[in-house]
């Protein structure tokens, strides 16, 4: 079974420009997370989903991120325009939905440079 | 404030010796879920081991063991036998209650655990 697939896995833009990251969760997970982990530090989560709903936005700095994952399934992480403060490792994680030991499986994560 | 915190921002440990990984948590609720995460340097975030809040045993997973000490708030994690493959950086996380729709996923900032030959 394919695991929770990310792309680009690398991505070096000049700030100001826009970008964009792509998660596949595992089939049948219904949440989706997307984290941002910056160097050395743990993964600090950027947004939740549960199917197709944000039902967790609170971290996500809304004046220049987005996202949406259109039918539940995949998902889109969109930045724009780009600080030099952004560059991090985007890593999105997909579980079931449920109780407490449902555990969350990690993407390879998108790491990007913000020059 | 903090839900995870873990300690210790490097630890060393000696190829064949075990070592122990300190993650205390905070949460009001009674049900909720404690996972410790290995991440080495090609970024991969690994599962290693779950702790529920109402298991009245300690989990183990081959080398890997958790002490959890549920009235303290802490669920360390115990390397056993420590190999240079275990070199990483290490999470503490806690899956707990959130609201209808599900439960929050939160980490701790890490510890880099270095295994000398």
């Given at each position: 079974e394919a695991g929770v697939v990310q792309s680009p896995r690398y991505k070096i833009i000049e700030k100001k420009q826009p970008v964009a990251f792509w998660c596949n969760p595992i089939s049948g997970h219904n949440t989706l997370y997307w984290y941002r982990q910056n160097l050395g530090q743990g993964p600090e989560l950027l947004i939740r989903y549960e199917n197709e709903e944000a039902v967790d936005d609170s971290q996500l700095p809304k004046d220049r991120f987005s996202a949406e994952r259109l039918k539940g399934v995949d998902s889109t992480l969109k930045i724009q325009p780009a600080e030099l403060g952004d560059s991090a490792v985007?890593?999105?994680?997909?579980?079931?939905?449920?109780g407490a030991n449902t555990e969350a499986f990690f993407g390879q994560g998108t790491r990007l440079t913000v020059v | 404030?903090?839900?995870?915190?873990?300690?210790?921002?490097?630890?060393?440990?000696?190829?064949?010796?075990?070592?122990?990984?300190?993650?205390?948590?905070?949460?009001?609720?009674?049900?909720?879920?404690?996972?410790?995460?290995?991440?080495?340097?090609?970024?991969?975030?690994?599962?290693?081991?779950?702790?529920?809040?109402?298991?009245?045993?300690?989990?183990?997973?081959?080398?890997?063991?958790?002490?959890?000490?549920?009235?303290?708030?802490?669920?360390?994690?115990?390397?056993?036998?420590?190999?240079?493959?275990?070199?990483?950086?290490?999470?503490?996380?806690?899956?707990?209650?959130?609201?209808n729709y599900g439960q929050n996923f939160v980490f701790g900032p890490g510890t880099r655990l270095s295994v000398l030959p």
């Open positions: 985007y890593l999105c994680a997909s579980s079931l939905s449920g | 404030a903090q839900k995870i915190t873990q300690t210790q921002p490097g630890m060393f440990v000696q190829e064949k010796e075990a070592v122990t990984l300190d993650c205390t948590y905070d949460t009001s609720d009674p049900s909720y879920g404690l996972f410790w995460y290995k991440q080495p340097s090609s970024g991969e975030m690994i599962f290693l081991i779950y702790q529920g809040s109402y298991d009245q045993q300690n989990a183990t997973e081959g080398r890997y063991s958790l002490n959890f000490q549920k009235a303290r708030k802490s669920a360390n994690l115990v390397i056993s036998a420590s190999q240079l493959g275990d070199s990483a950086m290490y999470f503490c996380a806690m899956r707990e209650p959130w609201d």
